[in-house]
Each structure stands twice: as C-alpha cells, then as structure tokens.
C-alpha cells in the first residue's frame, strides 16, 4: 500500500521535472490521484485507530474474563463453606434433639446432668453456627456482589467491541 503510494508521488513528482507538458486533462486526473491518495490515507489512519481501540477492548476483556474466573472460584468456595457450617448445624441440632429424648427417658440422676450438661454445651456450639452461618452468608454476598460487578463489566466492553466490529461491516 505504501509503495503504491509512494509509487504515484514520485510519479507525480517527476513529470514537471521531466519538462512534460501538463495539460488540463492531466491536470485533472492528477489531482483525481492525490484525492484518491488523501482518502486512501485517511481510511488507513481511521482504520489503524479502530485496530487499537479493538486491541485495547480485546485486553479489557480478558482482564475482565481473568476477575470473572475468580470471583466465580470464590463464590464456589463461599458456597461451599455456607454449605458445610449449615450441615454440621443440621448434625448438631439432631445431636441435641436426641440428647433432649435421651434426658427425657433417662431415670438416673447422674444420667440426666451429664444429658443436660452436653444439651447446653451443645446449645452454645448450636450458636456459635448460626453466627458462623450468618458470616458465610455475608461472605456469598459479597462474593456474588463481586461477581456481579466483574460479568456487568465484562459485557459493557463485550457490546462496545461488538458496535464496534459493527461499525466496520
């Protein structure tokens, strides 16, 4: 592109040194060629800003794609965990449920403080779930809030580079 370019100036350059005689028609067709000349260069330049507007959206997207990656592992992971401390709780409450039946059907004395004294001691780890619970639970959110945040970026660069590769059809 360039040598034919570079070509038509030299050309144009060399006929009035040459002692050619321009006539108007010439004249013409040689002004034809630095208009085409001008349009060619100016849809190079135009073209060149839209491969590095690409490039850069294309970069975006993969920083983007990168921050997705990981918010989804630590979605998975938070979800994960909430989904651990929820089973345990569920495996407490049966432990203090049958504690509770036990207590009840136990005719020792000896019996019924031990059973009261693990229901308690059960009852304080049944608590200290929930709040574990309620800390997980904050954790997703916030990790799903990340999410969120990283896909709604992710698709605002994905349309910009689709109008983009619109504008070039």
């Not at 050619?20 to 349009?39: F, K």
């Not at 994960?80 to 009840?104: C, F, H, K, P």
Request: proline share 1%; net charge neutral.
């Amino acid at each position: 592109m360039r040598r034919i370019i570079l070509s038509l100036m030299v050309g144009i350059a060399m006929t009035p040194a040459c002692g050619a005689q321009v006539n108007s028609s010439d004249s013409q067709t040689l002004q034809a060629i630095l208009s085409e000349l001008r349009q060619l260069r100016a849809e190079l330049h135009n073209q060149q800003a839209q491969n590095q507007t690409m490039q850069v959206l294309l970069f975006q997207m993969q920083t983007y794609q990168s921050a997705i990656n990981r918010a989804t592992q630590r979605t998975d992971d938070a979800r994960s965990q909430l989904s651990g401390v929820r089973e345990a709780e569920s495996r407490l409450a049966a432990d203090i449920s049958r504690d509770e039946d036990s207590l009840r059907d136990a005719q020792d004395e000896a019996d019924k403080k031990r059973l009261a004294a693990d229901i308690e001691r059960s009852k304080g780890g049944l608590a200290s779930f929930k709040t574990m619970e309620q800390d997980r639970i904050t954790v997703l959110q916030q990790a799903e809030a990340q999410l969120q945040k990283a896909q709604d970026s992710f698709d605002a660069v994905q349309n910009q580079l689709g109008q983009l590769l619109k504008g070039l059809r």
